[in-house]
C-alpha cells in the first residue's frame, strides 16, 4: 500500500506500513473509567490487553479483581489476558491503542481538549510503527483530524496515513445500565480511509455483537455522537419545561406523558435532573463548534438552560409546599435521596443532585444526604450538605427531596421507614417517583411529577 504526501510542496509516493492482523491485534485502552474497563474486558476475551492509566490507586485496585464504577465484575478482572499499569512503556507492545479518557467542560462551560491531548501526547512517545489509534471520548467533529492527529505526528515524528492509522469509534456504554453492556450496543466505526474503517470493523466485532455501522468520515462519527446526546438534553428540557407549566396548571407531566404516547409515533421521556459527564456536557461542545462557525445554536443553549434550572425548580417546589405559617427554609433539616447523577449508578461527576442541595443550603435549609452506593472520591458540591450513612442516622427531618431511584432505595425505604423519620404532612418532593403516590399523600404533603 503506498500513498502520496506532500513534502516541501512537491508529492512523494511513500509506502505505508500494512495494517495489524485485526484478529490478533494487542489492544491498549488508555483511561480505565466506565467506557475504557468493559471494552478492555471485552477484548481480553482472545488476545493479551493492555489497560492503562495514570492513577495508581485504581490501577492496584483492578489488579485486585475491584471495579469502583460496577461496570465489570471480578471474574472479568483476573483474566489472564488483562495486564492493568502506569507503565507508559507497556503501550509500545500495543498494535492498537484506544482513546478513552473524558472530556469535562473547563469554568465558564468551554470544552476542556487537556485529558484527551495529553493522551495523545503519551501515545505519540510511545507507539509502534503501523499503530492504529482510535479516540473513543466524545468530541465536536474535527477534533480527531485537527488537534489529536497533529500531535500524533509532531511527538511520534512519524505521518498519519503512511507509519500510523488513526480511527474513531464514539463510546456509547451507559453507567449503571447492566442490561446493554458493550457487546449489546451497535458500534460506529470510521478510519481515516476505507481501509482503515475495514480493519476497526473486524477489530470491533471481536467484542461487539450487536452490529457495526461504518460511518462516511471520521467527523461524521464524532458528530454522531454528539448529536445522540444533545438530541437527549434537548427532549428532557421540552419535558422538564412542560412539568413546570403543568405543575402550574395542577396537571400531572407524567399523566401527560402516558395520554400522548398511546400514538404510535409519539417519543416518551420523563422529567429529571439531567447530569452527569456525558448529556449535560456534551451540548456544551456543540455550542462551542457552533460558536465557531458564527452560529449561535439557539435551541441547544435553551435546552442547557432549561436543564441547568431544572435543579432550582425542586428548590422551589419545595418552598412552595411549607406550610404558611412556615413558608420558608431557614433552619428546616432537609434530606436529600441520591447525589448520584443517575439510578443505579455510583458516578456523582457533575451530578445535579448536589445543584439541588446547593439551592437548599443557599435558603438556610440543613440538608443531609443519603446514598449508599454513591461514589465519593471527589468533590462534587453541596457546600452544606452533610453525608450520612443511613436514614435514620440525623433524623428526624423536616423534609424530603428524592432525586435518585436507586434498587437499593426501591427495596429498603417504604413509607413505614420514611414515616420513622419524618413527621406526618411533611412536604416530600419525588422527582423520580420513589413511593407510591396516592399511599403517600395519605401520610404526607406529597409531590411527584
Same mark, same amino acid.
Given at each position: 500500500?503506498?500513498?502520496?504526501?506532500?513534502?516541501?510542496?512537491?508529492?512523494?509516493? @511513500?509506502?505505508?506500513?500494512?495494517?495489524?492482523?485485526?484478529?490478533?491485534?494487542?489492544?491498549?485502552?488508555?483511561?480505565?473509567?466506565?467506557?475504557?474497563?468493559?471494552? !478492555?474486558?471485552?477484548?481480553?476475551?482472545?488476545?493479551?490487553?493492555?489497560?492503562?492509566?495514570?492513577?495508581?490507586?485504581?490501577?492496584?485496585?483492578?489488579?485486585?479483581?475491584?471495579?469502583?464504577?460496577? !461496570?465489570?465484575?471480578?471474574?472479568?478482572?483476573?483474566?489472564?489476558? !488483562?495486564?492493568?499499569?502506569?507503565?507508559?512503556?507497556?503501550?509500545?507492545?500495543?498494535?492498537?491503542?484506544?482513546?478513552?479518557?473524558?472530556?469535562?467542560?473547563?469554568?465558564?462551560?468551554?470544552?476542556?481538549?487537556?485529558?484527551?491531548?495529553?493522551?495523545?501526547?503519551?501515545?505519540?512517545?510511545?507507539?509502534?510503527?503501523?499503530? *492504529?489509534?482510535?479516540?473513543?471520548?466524545?468530541?465536536?467533529?474535527?477534533?480527531? +483530524?485537527?488537534?489529536? *492527529?497533529?500531535?500524533?505526528?509532531?511527538?511520534?515524528?512519524?505521518?498519519?496515513?503512511?507509519?500510523?492509522?488513526?480511527?474513531?469509534?464514539?463510546?456509547?456504554?451507559?453507567?449503571?445500565?447492566?442490561?446493554?453492556?458493550?457487546?449489546?450496543?451497535?458500534?460506529?466505526?470510521?478510519?481515516?480511509?476505507?481501509?482503515?474503517?475495514?480493519?476497526?470493523?473486524?477489530?470491533?466485532?471481536?467484542?461487539?455483537?450487536?452490529?457495526?455501522?461504518?460511518?462516511?468520515?471520521?467527523?461524521?462519527?464524532?458528530?454522531?455522537?454528539?448529536?445522540?446526546?444533545?438530541?437527549?438534553?434537548?427532549?428532557?428540557?421540552?419535558?422538564?419545561?412542560?412539568?413546570?407549566?403543568?405543575?402550574?396548571?395542577?396537571?400531572?407531566?407524567?399523566?401527560?406523558?402516558?395520554?400522548?404516547?398511546?400514538?404510535?409515533?409519539?417519543?416518551?421521556?420523563?422529567?429529571?435532573?439531567?447530569?452527569?459527564?456525558?448529556?449535560?456536557?456534551?451540548?456544551?461542545?456543540?455550542?462551542?463548534?457552533?460558536?465557531?462557525?458564527?452560529?449561535?445554536?439557539? !435551541?441547544?443553549?435553551?435546552?442547557?438552560?432549561?436543564?441547568?434550572?431544572?435543579?432550582?425548580?425542586?428548590?422551589?417546589?419545595?418552598?412552595?409546599?411549607?406550610?404558611? +405559617?412556615?413558608?420558608?427554609?431557614?433552619?428546616?433539616?432537609?434530606?436529600?435521596?441520591?447525589?448520584?447523577?443517575?439510578?443505579?449508578?455510583?458516578?456523582?461527576?457533575?451530578?445535579?443532585?448536589?445543584?439541588?442541595?446547593?439551592? @437548599?443550603?443557599?435558603?438556610?435549609?440543613?440538608?443531609?444526604?443519603?446514598?449508599?452506593?454513591?461514589?465519593?472520591?471527589?468533590?462534587?458540591?453541596?457546600?452544606?450538605?452533610?453525608?450520612?450513612?443511613?436514614?435514620?442516622?440525623?433524623?428526624?427531618?423536616?423534609?424530603?427531596?428524592?432525586?435518585?431511584?436507586?434498587?437499593?432505595?426501591?427495596?429498603?425505604?417504604?413509607?413505614?421507614?420514611?414515616?420513622?423519620?419524618?413527621?406526618?404532612?411533611?412536604?416530600?418532593?419525588?422527582?423520580?417517583?420513589?413511593?407510591?403516590?396516592?399511599?403517600?399523600?395519605?401520610?404526607?404533603?406529597?409531590?411527584?411529577?
Amino acid at each position: 500500500m503506498s500513498t502520496s504526501v506532500a513534502i516541501n510542496n512537491k508529492f512523494e509516493v @511513500l509506502e505505508a506500513v500494512k495494517l495489524p492482523n485485526p484478529k490478533e491485534s494487542i489492544v491498549a485502552v488508555l483511561g480505565l473509567g466506565y467506557v475504557g474497563l468493559p471494552l !478492555m474486558v471485552g477484548f481480553a476475551d482472545d488476545q493479551r490487553t493492555i489497560g492503562f492509566d495514570i492513577d495508581a490507586s485504581k490501577i492496584q485496585d483492578l489488579r485486585n479483581g475491584e471495579d469502583s464504577t460496577d !461496570m465489570t465484575t471480578k471474574e472479568d478482572l483476573i483474566k489472564e489476558n !488483562m495486564d492493568f499499569t502506569c507503565d507508559v512503556n507497556a503501550l509500545r507492545e500495543a498494535d492498537v491503542m484506544m482513546v478513552c479518557v473524558p472530556t469535562p467542560v473547563m469554568q465558564g462551560n468551554k470544552p476542556d481538549y487537556r485529558p484527551v491531548l495529553a493522551a495523545s501526547r503519551t501515545i505519540g512517545q510511545n507507539m509502534k510503527r503501523g499503530c *492504529v489509534v482510535v479516540y473513543e471520548s466524545t468530541v465536536d467533529p474535527g477534533t480527531t +483530524e485537527n488537534k489529536c *492527529v497533529p500531535i500524533l505526528e509532531e511527538v511520534s515524528g512519524m505521518r498519519e496515513g503512511v507509519d500510523f492509522y488513526v480511527g474513531y469509534s464514539p463510546e456509547r456504554v451507559s453507567p449503571g445500565e447492566h442490561a446493554r453492556r458493550v457487546g449489546d450496543i451497535a458500534k460506529i466505526v470510521s478510519g481515516s480511509t476505507p481501509a482503515v474503517t475495514d480493519y476497526l470493523a473486524e477489530l470491533y466485532s471481536r467484542v461487539v455483537k450487536a452490529g457495526l455501522f461504518k460511518a462516511a468520515s471520521i467527523k461524521v462519527a464524532e458528530a454522531a455522537k454528539i448529536l445522540e446526546n444533545t438530541q437527549r438534553d434537548v427532549n428532557i428540557a421540552l419535558i422538564n419545561e412542560m412539568m413546570q407549566l403543568f405543575d402550574a396548571m395542577d396537571i400531572k407531566v407524567t399523566d401527560v406523558v402516558a395520554a400522548a404516547g398511546s400514538k404510535w409515533n409519539f417519543h416518551k421521556y420523563f422529567p429529571g435532573l439531567v447530569g452527569g459527564h456525558c448529556i449535560s456536557v456534551d451540548p456544551f461542545y456543540l455550542l462551542s463548534a457552533g460558536r465557531g462557525h458564527g452560529l449561535a445554536m439557539e !435551541m441547544v443553549s435553551s435546552a442547557r438552560q432549561v436543564n441547568e434550572r431544572t435543579a432550582h425548580y425542586i428548590s422551589d417546589k419545595l418552598h412552595e409546599m411549607l406550610d404558611a +405559617e412556615s413558608h420558608n427554609l431557614q433552619g428546616k433539616r432537609v434530606l436529600v435521596l441520591g447525589r448520584a447523577f443517575k439510578d443505579n449508578c455510583p458516578d456523582i461527576r457533575n451530578s445535579k443532585a448536589f445543584a439541588v442541595m446547593d439551592s @437548599l443550603w443557599t435558603r438556610g435549609a440543613d440538608v443531609f444526604s443519603y446514598d449508599p452506593i454513591a461514589d465519593d472520591g471527589h468533590f462534587e458540591g453541596g457546600r452544606g450538605a452533610k453525608i450520612i450513612n443511613s436514614l435514620e442516622e440525623e433524623g428526624p427531618y423536616d423534609a424530603v427531596v428524592v432525586t435518585a431511584k436507586h434498587d437499593c432505595f426501591v427495596e429498603e425505604i417504604d413509607l413505614f421507614r420514611l414515616a420513622s423519620v419524618v413527621g406526618r404532612g411533611a412536604p416530600i418532593v419525588d422527582l423520580r417517583g420513589l413511593f407510591d403516590e396516592k399511599m403517600a399523600k395519605l401520610q404526607f404533603n406529597y409531590w411527584t411529577p
